[in-house]
């Protein structure tokens, strides 16, 4: 499960108690199932463009609401590192790095190792 999925998903829960909604009357309203609701909420599954649009108009919201989580995060982090001095801000960055290391991105993307200066690339063959 990626951050990504994570962060919509709370997106989608804080949004849909702010409604008083229960889970069962979202996943109606939305023309969803009850589970495949719960498992986006706790970030378990991709929604499909479909599912998102459906799930904002039950809401109330616009479906690039539902998307603007990074963003938000970036925000609140900001503010929340504001007052912090610049030994407690190293601090904060290294914490960072530390964890980005234990938990790498869910994307599978790796950057690539960089050929030697000098190496020949052999052109790739399809079969």
Known sequence: MSQFQEAIGRRVRDLRLGRNMSLDAMARVAHVSKTHLSNLEQGRVNAK????FAIAGALGVQACDLLNVVEDERAAFMEATRELT????????KGLEAEAELNPPASGLRARPRAARGAVRR???HA
């Open 86 to 93: 610049s030994g407690e801000l190293v601090s904060v960055r």
């Open 49 to 52: 463009v479909e599912t998102l």
């Open 123 to 125: 052109p790739r063959t």
